[in-house]
C-alpha cells in the first residue's frame, strides 16, 4: 500500500512539473509592435580601461519606466585588447567580425571600444540616452516577428513582411544575461570589480533572405543553457542586409 501511494505521488509530481513546464514555455511569447523596436549595441571589452563608464550606463536600461517602449539591449565583449594582459571571458572573434560589418556599413576603417550602435548606425551621442523612453520606435515597420518558445532552450519566430518591406533582409539571434561581474586582476582594468548587465553569451547570425509580402520566414534557435543565477532575454534582430539598418526586433525574457 505504501509503494503504491509513493508511486501516486511520484507520478503526480512528475505530471505537474510537466503542465508547469509547458506552461512556461507557452507563456515565453512575444510579438513586434507596429513601429521599429530600437536595437542597442555596445562593444566593449574587460580590458579597456574607458569601458566600465560605458558598461554603466547600459545597465541603466534594465529599469526601465513603467511607460517606456520596447528595446532590446546587447552588449558585445570583443578580445582584441586581451593582449594588454586580461583576457575577456565573454569575448569572441564572431562579435569583433560583428563589429567590422558595421563599420563596413557606416563607412568607417577601424574599431574601437567603447562603441555604441544604435540600429546599426554609430551613435557618437549615447551619453546623452538614459531611459528606454527617449528610444521609443517611431519608424512605421514594415517587418513583424512572432516569437515564442517550444521547447528547452528552443525557440522558433515566424518574421512577415509587407509590400514595403526591404527585400534583402538577414536576422540573427543573441541569448544575454544579466548580473555578471569579473575582479579584473591584471591588464588596465587590474583591481576593478567591473559590473555586467545584456552581456551577449550567444551570437548567432541567422540567414540572409530575400522572402517579400506574404511569405512569412520561420527562423529557429537552440540557445546555450541558462547559467543558474543569472536573468536572460533571447532576442531576433532582423535588418537590411545591405545598410544594416534594423527592420525589427524582439526581446523574450525566457
Known sequence: MLDATIRKWLTLAVCLGAVSALASQEACRVQSGPTVTPVIELYTSEGCSSCPPADRWLSKFRFPKADAGPVVVQAFHVGYWDYIGWIDRFATPAHTVRQKQVASWNGANQ???PQAVLNGRDWQDWTRT???ASLAGRVIAHTAISLQQTGPDQFEATVSADSLATVPWSAYWT???????SRVKAGENAGELLQHDYVVRQYT???DYSTGANVPQKLQLRSVAKTPGHARQVNLVVFDKRTGVTLQAVSAGC
Open 130 to 132: 538614459t531611459s528606454t
Open 175 to 181: 541569448v544575454t544575461e544579466h548580473g555578471h561581474s
Open 111 to 113: 574599431i574601437y571600444t
Open 205 to 207: 547570425p541567422a540567414g
